[in-house]
């Protein structure tokens, strides 16, 4: 079965940094753009960040630009978000997304709160 | 980054049809907008209906069917079942991806 399964996400303070990890299974995973997406517990989806299949080019969401870094390896097949400098209002669950085939991630829960 | 706006609230009943729309406040959503519509239900990761205006993935229902209309994205469900109960979010590529607030739509 083809997976995408997220770790890397729990309880950090304001000011202090996570770092996301998204790994596939199964599919081709080069080949596409791969995108972080969020959603605070019972509200709506927000877009995070983007990556190109060839690595160089990226995206960010104006609320996390100059904060959080978005890589990817293919060769092991993982999508990483850096997430520094980390505000309360970051609080959400995070989803990888890969429209190829529209794989999700089973969402990593993030809480920043002091 | 564009702001997408959708109908909060929908009710529709079963067998019945409606549609949701998704407007951009930065004019007409196009073909270059490549808009999106996910659904999302309680507890569970949204799954992609509709991509590039009106393609559909293999598990798309065939009752589900997009367009463009009157300067929108628009979703239309066709006989609508109670498992269509869920939140719709269309997406739209603008200046980065942006997703509508979502349309609760609820089969009564």
């Known amino acids: 079965e083809v997976q995408l399964v997220e770790s890397g996400g729990g309880l950090v303070q304001p000011g202090g940094s996570l770092r996301l990890s998204c790994v596939a299974s199964?599919?081709?995973?080069?080949?596409?753009?791969i995108h972080w997406v969020r959603q605070v517990p019972g509200k709506g989806l927000v877009w995070v960040s983007s990556?190109?299949?060839?690595?160089?080019?990226?995206a960010y969401a104006e609320s996390v630009e100059g904060r959080f870094s978005i890589s990817r390896d293919d060769a092991k097949k993982t999508l990483y978000l850096q997430m520094n400098s980390l505000r309360v209002d970051d609080t959400a669950v995070y989803y990888c997304?890969?429209?190829?085939?529209?794989?999700w991630g089973q969402g990593s829960l993030v809480i920043v709160s002091s | 980054q564009a702001v997408v706006t959708q109908e909060s609230s929908l009710t529709v009943s079963p067998g019945g049809t409606v549609t949701l729309t998704c407007g951009s406040n930065?004019?007409?959503?196009?073909?270059?907008?490549?808009p999106y519509w996910l659904q999302q239900k309680p507890g569970q990761a949204p799954r992609t209906l509709i991509y590039?205006?009106?393609d559909k993935h293999s598990w798309t229902p065939a009752r589900f069917s997009g367009s463009l209309l009157g300067g929108k994205a628009a979703l239309t469900l066709s006989g609508a079942q109670p498992e269509d109960e869920a939140e719709y979010y269309c997406l739209i590529s603008s200046g980065g991806l942006v997703f509508g607030g979502g349309t609760k739509l609820t089969v009564l």
């Open positions: 930065t004019g007409p959503v196009t073909s270059g907008h490549y």
């Open positions: 990556i190109e299949n060839d690595g160089r080019t990226t």
């Open positions: 590039d205006i009106s």
């Open positions: 199964e599919f081709t995973f080069s080949s596409h753009w």
């Open positions: 997304w890969h429209p190829g085939g529209d794989h």
